[in-house]
Structure formats: C-alpha cells, structure tokens
Nanobody
Framework: QVQLAESGGGLVQAGGSLRLSCTASGRTFSSYNMGWFRQAPGKEREFVARINKSGSYTSYGDSVKGRFTTSRDNAKNTVYLQMDNLKPEDTAVYFC???????????????WGQGTQVTVSS
C-alpha cells in the first residue's frame, strides 16, 4: 500500500497545457507501476497513461496519444503527467494510481490518489 496525492489541476483554455504531479508517501514507490485515469461527470473512469516501475516504458489511451506524456522520478517519489494541447473533452477529475502489474484494467490498481480537477474551457 502506498499513499498518493495529486496536484497541478486547474482551469485552462483549450490549447493550453498543464502538468499534474502525483507524490507518494512511503518507501515502496519504485515497486509500483503507475497509472493515470480520469473520470468526467456521468462517465466511467478512463485509462489515460501508465508508466512502468523504472520509467522505461509508457503507454497511453488513444484519446491522449501525442498530447500527454507521463514520466517519473523515483528519487522524489513522484510521477508526472504533462498535458499539452488540451481540449474541452479532457475536462475530468484526474487520478493517480499504483499497480503491481502492467495493466490498463482499473481493478489492477490498488492505490489511488484523491483526484485533481482539470477543466478546459473552449
């Protein structure tokens, strides 16, 4: 178990950028694959991005490919989500999560942050 906390959300204009951060408490951050999910009102939680334990592999949901980049700094117990060219449909609560396995399945993630709101205006 690891405790996660997201930050960096806010209100931006379409075409703008935000960088989300997720900091982990505890001593086992490097033992987890990390994922980003988002949930818009009335919709299911959606996979956004994932990064493996060392940061050497990443993958992204189709809707954000080419626009979002995730990275991590294990020395700082932090994972990042750089979001560029934001669109109104990116508006959602963004969640940081941790998993022991390499997966995009929500149930595979065993630790979750509280979420941070990203709102993109048109």
């Amino acid at each position: 178990q690891v405790q996660l906390a997201e930050s960096g959300g806010g209100l931006v204009q379409a075409g703008g950028s935000l960088r989300l951060s997720c900091t982990a408490s505890g001593r086992t951050f490097s033992s987890y694959n990390m994922g980003w999910f988002r949930q818009a009102p009335g919709k299911e939680r959606e996979f956004v991005a994932r990064i493996n334990k060392s940061g050497s592999y990443t993958s992204y949901g189709d809707s954000v490919k080419g626009r979002f980049t995730t990275s991590r700094d294990n020395a700082k117990n932090t994972v990042y989500l750089q979001m560029d060219n934001l669109k109104p449909e990116d508006t959602a609560v963004y969640f940081c999560s941790a998993a022991a396995v390499w997966t995009v399945i929500l149930s595979g993630y065993t630790s979750w942050g509280q979420g941070t709101q990203v709102t993109v205006s048109s």
